[in-house]
């Protein structure tokens, strides 16, 4: 990112850089159901396995997770990779265009934003001291006077105040409900700017949350991308912005985060306050040749990492819960999921799943903590049904 190494050198105020795209009106709710990943039992009404009754078809229909995109576009983005000679805007875009077009990405809502906002006006400008500048400091002071950070910079200046970050420029929708759509929101959007990193995060948790309470049986997660450290707006430190990030995952809304080329103590502090100390940030490279494989092995985990452990429970016929047996098949191996009746009967060190409520009062498979953890690790990861049977 742009650094401020001397600061008469950016007294710039009548420098225009080019205008950027503004935002849509914030909207919230969906206007499509998914078609969600679903999990069966058999359809014969011959006895199979165990079943000494007639076999019930039982589905499990994964509750959709909705992952909203925050992506840097800041000037740095335009920085050349030794690897194969792209930018590294031309990275991220190759990879999101092949993570999008993934057949496992065709259920999965994405929703995308961009950072660097532009503000609407002027931010402060001189300044005595921190204060004097608000969110847009610390105060820089020399012979004659201050200015505020920001302020220095030249126009278009970014935003600091997170709620101009809020509102998506691509609202949460099935991938496959429009493929080409945020392929090519990439290709039209400007990088510029430096990196505002405090507002763009908070502003799109507060998103996120909202999203949350009007699609209350929809998963949410956010996907923080960037290639450098935090250069204006408060908070900068690493503290100040895991306090944001723990803030959301105490409000359920789970925090992932991709650094291209950008340190480690900023981005896994970020991580892991947004995902209960449980997963560190992807970090890539920005030089290597294999960059955009990196970045889009990365977007492939956090999908993983993202799945929801919620299942809404159909059958038909009136069903005992305690008679449906779970398992998870990985690498070759089936380990049994056992049914603990309630979430407090989970242990941390035992598999298990447990009956609960929607908050619309449909029924819900729910995996424990141990169990979710393994379903998670990666896509090849299956969730099974075995035989549910009914009396004739």
């Not at 009754?53 to 909203?68: C, R």
């Not at 098949?329 to 380990?335: L, P, Q, T």
Request: charged share 20%.
């Amino acid at each position: 990112m742009l650094k401020y190494v001397a600061i008469a050198a950016l007294l710039c105020f009548g420098c225009e850089q080019e205008k950027v795209q503004t935002r849509p009106p914030l909207e919230l709710q969906e206007t499509q159901d998914p078609k969600p990943e679903v999990v069966t039992t058999p359809t014969t009404d011959e006895p199979t396995g165990k079943c000494t009754f007639k076999p019930q078809t039982v589905h499990l229909e994964a509750v959709p997770t909705a992952l909203l995109v925050m992506m840097d576009r800041s000037n740095s983005m335009k920085v050349l990779t030794t690897g194969n000679g792209s930018t590294r805007w031309q990275v991220v875009s190759s990879a999101m265009q092949s993570f999008l077009k993934d057949e496992r990405s065709q259920t999965l809502r994405v929703g995308l934003s961009f950072f660097p906002v532009e503000l609407k006006g002027d931010p402060p400008k001189s300044c005595a001291k921190d204060a004097d500048c608000g969110l847009y400091g610390p105060c820089y002071s020399f012979s004659g006077g201050g200015i505020c950070l920001v302020a220095a910079g030249m126009k278009p200046y970014a935003s600091c105040d997170f709620n101009d970050y809020v509102a998506p420029v691509i609202l949460p929708a099935k991938v496959a409900d429009q493929p080409t759509k945020v392929i090519n929101t990439f290709s039209t959007e400007e990088q510029w700017g430096n990196t505002p990193t405090g507002p763009a995060l908070a502003g799109a948790l507060a998103y996120l949350e909202a999203y949350a309470a009007a699609n209350p049986n929809t998963k949410t997660a956010l996907l923080f991308a960037t290639d450098g450290e935090p250069t204006e707006c408060a908070p900068q430190d690493k503290n100040g912005l895991a306090a944001i990030a723990k803030a959301g995952f105490d409000k359920g809304l789970r925090t992932f985060v991709i650094g291209l080329g950008v340190g480690s103590a900023v981005m896994n502090s970020i991580a892991l306050a947004g995902s209960g100390d449980k997963q560190l940030a992807f970090l890539i490279e920005a030089k290597a040749a294999d960059a955009a494989d990196q970045f889009l092995e990365a977007l492939k985990d956090v999908r993983a990492a993202a799945r929801s452990c919620e299942f809404n429970i159909k059958s038909e016929g009136e069903l005992d819960v305690s008679k449906l047996s779970l398992s998870i098949e990985m690498n070759g191996s089936k380990d049994a999921v056992p049914y603990v009746q309630v979430e407090t009967a989970c242990d941390a060190s035992k598999p298990g799943w447990y009956y609960a409520a929607a908050k619309d009062g449909s029924p819900l498979a729910v995996l424990c903590p141990s169990s979710c953890a393994v379903l998670q690790q990666g896509e090849e990861s299956i969730l099974t049904i075995g035989d549910v049977c009914l009396s004739e």
